[in-house]
């Protein structure tokens, strides 16, 4: 081929893996929300796109593993959990070419423990004395998560022990952890040490000068363990928990960039949307929407209150609080006056209520949990963090609240906490 043509077809590659990485970063803003293949469901993101002349593998270079030219679907997309939305990008696809990368932390020795305690300037000489340089945290994720675009190296679900995470043990010799090996061939980028890269840390632009760190490990290991996760740190840390591996070739210099969007974390609305109050009600649990079966129409499970929640960063969850009336009893007649009828402490028996939580994907939200008030109508209180919030609700006991907490992407439920009485006190309280 003549040298003026592979120029040319060279060039419009890289122009279109450009676009195609440009388009993900872009997509990563909040507001971006795009169909596609499923992260990991579509066996050809690594197959040769139209424009390519070939996927040979160049010579190989002892140490290092061969990551072959494909698509990364970089970061979590919305309906995989667990998932930092403040941290990570929505799962967009972003174009890569081939690159090296060190089979095991430096030294690169199986048997041999992870060089530590060393600042991002160190790493880079270190890898520099051998002809190399610090990877991207793109390049580290693409490395993990291998040609089937996983979670995890050794899948889309979490099993503690490949690697051993969830602990914070981290000083473990190379190769310890046999079955931690991505799809490429890269051992132990989970359960060890963290690696410096070359990236910026550019999610949070109150707190700049900070670079990327890649891998490691930590108590939560469900969450830490993921190939999509990272964490920003000053470039002069020395740690005992983070050191270097290396990669070698052209440099994938695309980034992580994120405009992360904060809001009031807890929104009581003015009014109720009839129609995205009638999706949730969808959502409500079969007993639930069961419970006024025999009786009429208007005693089936209607959501009468609706909240807007941002537990953090370009995160938004609706939440709606609604009531079914069992067995379609009838209320009795209200009194008037001083003779009036008080509510029953416990509540109405008659009633089923509880709190519907979910996540809007396109025009229609997707249930996280349900969250039972029993005898109550549902209300909400905010505490000191964002991702706490209390609900108040009922029972034959009388009345109790619960923590509603959101663990990245997940909801967590406690249990019922009842009103008591406090030495020095006048009166109940729940704390």
């Known amino acids: 081929m ?68 494909g698509v990364l679907i970089a970061g979590t997309p919305p309906d995989r959990l667990p998932r930092i939305a403040d941290e990570e990008m929505a799962g967009e696809q972003v174009v890569m070419h081939g690159f090296y990368i060190d089979v095991f932390s430096y030294p690169n020795e199986v048997g041999a423990i992870p060089t530590t305690n060393v600042t991002q300037d160190e790493a880079r000489a270190l890898c520099e004395a051998q002809g190399k340089r610090l990877c991207t945290e793109l390049e580290i994720e693409r490395a993990c998560k291998g040609p089937a675009n996983t979670t995890y190296e050794y899948g889309d679900t979490y099993r503690p022990s490949v690697c051993a995470t969830g602990q914070s043990r981290v000083l473990t010799p190379n190769g310890v952890n046999a079955g931690c090996v991505s799809g490429f061939g890269v051992h132990d980028l989970h359960g060890g040490v963290w690696t410096w890269t070359a990236s910026q840390w550019q999610r949070d632009t109150s707190k700049p000068g900070l670079v990327s760190l890649r891998g490691g490990n930590g108590p939560a290991g469900e969450l830490v363990g993921r190939c999509a996760n990272g964490r920003g740190v000053k470039p002069d840390t020395r740690r005992p928990e983070v050191g270097v591996r290396c990669c070698a070739g052209e440099v994938n210099s695309f980034e992580v960039v994120l405009e992360v969007a904060r809001d009031r974390p807890l929104r009581l609305e003015p009014l109720v949307d009839p129609r995205a109050a009638a999706q949730l009600a969808q959502l409500a649990p079969e007993e639930v929407r069961a419970a006024a079966e025999a009786g009429r129409a208007e005693d089936a499970f209607k959501v009468e209150r609706m909240w807007t929640w941002h537990p953090r960063g370009n995160e938004e969850l609706v939440v709606g609080g609604g009531c079914a009336r069992a067995g379609g009893e009838k209320a009795p007649p209200q009194r008037r006056g001083k003779r009036a009828r008080r509510s029953p402490p ?31 109508q549902p209300t909400l209180g905010e505490t000191d963090s964002p991702r706490d919030l209390l609900l108040y609700g009922g029972d034959a006991l009388g009345a109790f609240r619960r923590r509603i907490t959101y663990e990245w992407g997940k909801i967590a439920v406690a249990d019922k906490e009842r009103k008591r009485k406090h030495k020095g006190r006048r009166g109940l309280s729940f704390d």
């Open 346 to 376: 416990g509540g109405d028996p008659r009633l089923v209520c509880g709190l519907i939580i979910a996540r809007m994907r396109l025009s229609a939200p997707a249930l996280l949990a349900f969250v039972p008030s029993d005898r109550w």
């Open 2 to 69: 003549p040298g003026g043509e592979r120029s040319a077809r060279a060039l419009k590659g890289r122009a279109l893996a450009l676009s195609a990485s440009l388009a993900g970063l872009l997509c990563a803003a909040p507001a971006c929300d795009r169909g596609g293949p499923s992260p990991g469901g579509d066996a050809d993101l690594d197959a040769a796109p139209p424009w390519d002349v070939g996927q040979t593998e160049p010579e190989p270079r002892p140490g290092m593993a061969w990551i072959p030219k």
